[in-house]
């Protein structure tokens, strides 16, 4: 089975701190995703990376950055967080040529930023 | 862009009913592929159904089947017999399939399954 985890389940952190989320995936896939989840908005797309050292701007990248030096280890960073960076980050993983390309998720990760 | 639209935020059903999700999407590709995904209480989202817009044929997975009218860019899912444990948020998503490209999702709606 595909396995993505996250680094932490919940997280507090003070504005203006450098945060960083991490996730890993075990399946050797290329494709990595950060994802944050707000009620009545659903899951919008931060970055995703389809290589190593490799990463594309999602719908709403501004505030965040990403860094990806291996292939099972995608990071997503907040340089200055803010308190409108609350919320749920979900990373995901895929293999480009897989079934439909299906995505696997993590548990998530639920940031506080007071 | 393509766009997925879910209309309804919320809906309930009780043990054993039937209760059908909607979804539609936009797009002017003809070759996609769509998804369903569920996502349980603190729990983690996991794959439900998904569907190739080349494949006429509905599918199906157990309890869960979908109603894909690819004229209409309608895709819904039906669950049977709903269980206690089908309560969750269901996100509807679209990729289409030529690129590397991510999936597109709707907004989900949370299903409440009643005792």
């Known amino acids: 089975d595909v396995k993505v985890t996250q680094s932490s389940r919940y997280l507090v952190k003070r504005t203006g701190e450098k945060v960083f989320l991490e996730c890993v995936q075990d399946?050797?896939?290329?494709?990595m995703f950060w994802y944050r989840q707000d009620p009545g908005l659903g899951l919008r797309l931060i970055y995703f990376?389809?290589?190593?050292?490799?990463?594309e701007k999602g719908d709403i990248p501004e505030g965040y950055s990403v860094s990806r030096e291996k292939k099972e280890r995608f990071s997503l960073i907040l340089e200055s967080a803010s308190t409108n960076q609350t919320s749920m980050y979900l990373c995901a993983s895929s293999l480009i040529g897989g079934p439909q390309e299906t995505q696997y998720f993590g548990p998530g990760t639920r940031l506080l930023v007071l | 862009a393509q766009t997925v639209t879910q209309s309804q935020p919320e809906m309930s059903v009780q043990e054993a009913e039937t209760v059908t999700l909607s979804c539609t999407y936009d797009?002017?590709?003809?070759?996609?592929?769509l998804f369903w995904y569920k996502q349980p209480p603190s729990r983690q989202m996991i794959l439900v159904i998904r569907?190739?817009?080349?494949?006429?044929q509905n599918a199906t997975e157990n309890r869960f089947s979908v109603n894909f009218q690819k004229a209409a860019k309608s895709f819904s899912l039906k669950i049977s017999d709903s269980q206690l444990g089908d309560a969750a948020m269901y996100f509807c998503a679209y990729r289409r399939a030529s690129g590397n490209t991510p999936l597109v999702f709707g907004k989900g709606t949370r299903l409440s399954v009643i005792a």
């Open positions: 569907q190739e817009a080349y494949k006429q």
């Open positions: 399946m050797d896939h290329e494709n």
């Open positions: 797009t002017s590709e003809s070759d996609y592929y």
């Open positions: 990376s389809y290589d190593v050292k490799m990463k």
